[in-house]
């Protein structure tokens, strides 16, 4: 009778730990997607564990995946102004000359900002010159960022400036 007890317990437990090791494949998502290509097509929930490597283009490796692997354009303006410009002397002493060509009429914006992002200088004009001078003896030495903006199209252009 022991002996009959003992294999029926042993029996149970085996029964039982094979029935823990079993996966369930069920995967409970809020949303997902399919892509299709040329050759290939991926069907995804988000929030689905990803095992493997999918390459073609982009690559998905191990992990979870929490979208479509996309190239998203947001814009594809240009902000950088295109005026003709040039700025002189760098490293700058106590005078920092800004040549315009060819912008006479224009608006601008000249801003200057230290390395901590702090504006120190800040002008808008008219450009009816070719020239606009910024008196830098009153500065620090360092590092500044000149930043100058065209206000009818809002694009700008930065420079680096050391001052000595």
Do not use: C, R
């Not at 022991?2 to 042993?10: D, P, R, W, Y």
């Not at 998203?72 to 240009?78: H, I, P, T």
């Not at 005026?83 to 009429?105: C, E, R, S, W």
Request: glycine share 8%; charged share 15%.
């Amino acid at each position: 009778m022991k002996k009959a007890s003992f294999l029926v317990v042993i029996a149970i437990l085996a029964i039982s730990m094979t029935q823990a090791q079993s996966l369930s494949q069920v995967v409970i998502a809020s949303s997902g997607a399919t892509i299709s290509g040329a050759s290939n097509t991926l069907s995804f929930t988000a929030g689905e564990a990803a095992i493997g490597k999918i390459s073609n283009g982009p690559t998905l490796g191990q992990g979870f995946w929490l979208g479509a692997i996309e190239a998203v354009v947001l814009s594809n303006e240009d902000f950088t102004l295109e005026a003709q410009m040039t700025v002189y002397p760098n490293p700058v002493t106590d005078h920092l000359n800004i040549k315009f060509k060819d912008m006479a009429g224009e608006v601008f914006g000249i801003s200057v900002y230290d390395v901590t992002g702090k504006q120190v200088y800040k002008k808008e004009f008219t450009n009816s010159a070719s020239n606009e001078t910024i008196e830098f003896s009153g500065f620090s030495s360092g590092l500044y960022i000149l930043n100058i903006s065209q206000n009818a199209t809002k694009k700008s252009k930065s420079f680096k400036i050391i001052k000595h």
